[in-house]
């Protein structure tokens, strides 16, 4: 990320939403703490729990602006009068506020409540920078990318979406650090109860879960000859954790379920493969931790920008990272954990 050096330093973050865009907004902003201690950061978020239960765990933080804005009611558009009003409240409140605020730049990475906070500081003559994390652009970045002559991304492919447009390939701010990958694999099997004979899984759904996931990886566990040969770590979101926890254990599969955890570096490195969607920050911080995965993404009729994530990461490293559809046979993925895991 580009470095900014003033001595005394305020700047505004605005992400909210999913810990997507939370986490790597915090992550940026922590950075920036950390080698300018008398920089002041201010936050403004969507204000949902998780972005409460995220900021809680990020004291560092001093200064969380939470405010709620609802997303565009597409397919209730009688609700349109109350979104305009809300979007149009939010608008001014992020005018007064960074009126007193006095930022020297807004850093945006993305969401809804991103646009009245960037408009409401172009308005005042307060530069911002925006950062697109995925291949495809969400719609938020791409209508404040009219507004801002610079585009961070961490892809090379999204440069195609904004032509007119100075991009900069930047890194992904990787909330882990070079430390956390040192361990002691015994130790931490032991810690997480887990056997140094089998191989382990780790089965992340993002800070929301994925039931498909979920009960994909259910279905292949009901193949005795692979399920005797693993062990499991799994990520259920709030998707009947304890449903998963009573599967595990009725069919003698050993396992460690939790809904989510932010604080995941000792389950990267136990990983012996990771199964996960293909946010582009848990794909990142695969790669960061060198581990062998495959990436199911999340395709809807909105968009497809979890399988454009996919096949960049595995374009961009074949050797560690396979692609298997949701609409592929069980089988397709069965086969992929056995040729992943050499069994």
Sequence with gaps: MPSITTALLTLCFVAGKSGGHMLPCITQAEKILYAQPTSKIYL???????????????????????????SIPYKTPWLFPQFIYNLAAYFLNSIYKLSIIKPKKIISFGGLNSIPV?????????????????????????????????????????AQYFQHKQCVVTPYPIRFNQEDRIYNKEELLKKFNLSCDK????????SQGSVFINQAIKSCMMNKNLAQKVQIIHQTGMHDQDGYKEFYEKNNIPAVVFAYNEQLQNVYNLADLVICRAGAGTLFEVN???KRCIIIPLQTDLNDHQLQNAYAMQNMHP????????????????QAIISSLDL
């Design 44 to 70: 403004f978020s969507s204000g949902t729990d998780l972005d409460s239960k995220i900021m809680d765990k990020h004291q560092k933080i001093e200064h969380y602006i939470p405010a709620c804005l609802d």
């Design 118 to 158: 960037c408009l409401a500081g172009k308005l005042l003559g307060i530069p911002f920078d925006v950062y697109e994390l995925n291949v495809e652009p969400g719609q938020s970045i791409k209508f404040l990318s009219c507004f801002t002559d610079t585009i961070h991304i961490c892809f090379s492919q999204t």
């Design 199 to 206: 191989k382990t899984i780790v089965i992340l759904g993002g």
């Design 288 to 290: 960061f931790f060198g």
């Design 319 to 334: 050797e560690s990272f396979d692609v298997v559809l949701q609409n592929d046979n069980i089988k397709t993925l069965e």
